[in-house]
């Protein structure tokens, strides 16, 4: 029963984290198109950098649960499984994760970039851009549900 409380704890945080990756490159955008109304660039400024923030903090508990979820066996034998033993799909699952970080550090330093007077990219590049994260977490919600190898 502890197993699968962490694991729900560690998919809320997934997914609150997964929200910020998905919604700042759509600020991103906005900030693009806002042009020069300078009260909306800095709301939207604003919006960005709360997100992104928050964003850290929820990746950061994701990452503590699940570090709990897949080492935790480690500390507590009798309590949590091995959920990875003998197989390999957990390392191509966190390459992507790590892939998915950068991606979300990528995007904070474009945000930043902007708030110091920096141009964005066209907004229909950081739509693009915007694509990329979805591939990638498909690739892990495969990896995790098939367990390929």
């Given at each position: 029963m502890?197993?699968?409380w ?8 997934v997914i609150?984290w997964?929200a910020?990756?998905?919604?700042l ?5 906005n900030l693009?198109?806002a042009?020069n ?13 709360r997100l992104?923030?928050?964003?850290h903090n ?15 066996w480690?500390?507590?034998p009798?309590?949590?499984?091995n959920v990875?033993s003998g ?5 191509v ?13 990528i995007v904070g ?6 708030g ?5 990219p ?7 851009l915007?694509?990329?994260p979805v591939?990638?977490?498909?690739g ?6 098939a367990?390929?190898?």
């Open positions: 502890t197993y699968l962490l694991k729900s704890f560690h998919l809320l945080f609150a997964m910020t990756v998905f919604y490159p759509r600020i991103l955008v693009a198109e042009g109304d300078q009260a909306v660039g800095e709301r939207l400024l604003l919006m960005g950098r992104y923030k928050f964003g929820m990746f950061g508990i994701a990452f503590l649960f699940g570090l709990v979820l897949w080492q935790g480690r500390v507590f009798a309590t949590l499984p990875a197989t390999h799909w957990i390392d699952k966190l390459g992507l994760v790590a892939l998915l970080l950068g991606y979300f550090i330093r474009l945000l930043k970039h902007r110091n007077g920096g141009a964005l066209s907004s229909r590049a950081l739509r693009w915007n694509e990329l591939l990638l977490l498909l892990v919600i495969f990896l995790v549900l367990k390929p190898f």
